[in-house]
């Protein structure tokens, strides 16, 4: 019984760092994902040819910081 016990414990652990590598991968590329499109928010919130207020109303809405010109 022992043995039994031994290698269920040690298929449990595999399967436990088999899905947690694969839900750190996913978590990492949705926090990359995440951080692309707050890079391309704040370059429009930060671009000038663009209607002052339509940024400072997206930046806002986000709770970033707001351009002042």
Excluded: F, K
């Excluded at 040690?10 to 707050?38: G, P, S, V």
């Excluded at 890079?39 to 400072?56: E, F, G, M, P």
């Amino acid at each position: 019984m022992a043995d039994h016990d031994t290698a269920y414990t040690a298929e449990l652990a595999h399967q436990l760092c088999t899905r947690h590598t694969a839900l750190i991968t996913t978590a990492e590329n949705d926090l990359a994902l995440l951080r692309a499109r707050l890079a391309l928010v704040t370059t429009h919130i930060h671009d000038t040819n663009l209607n002052l207020t339509a940024r400072q109303t997206l930046a806002q809405a986000l709770g970033l910081p707001e351009p002042i010109r």
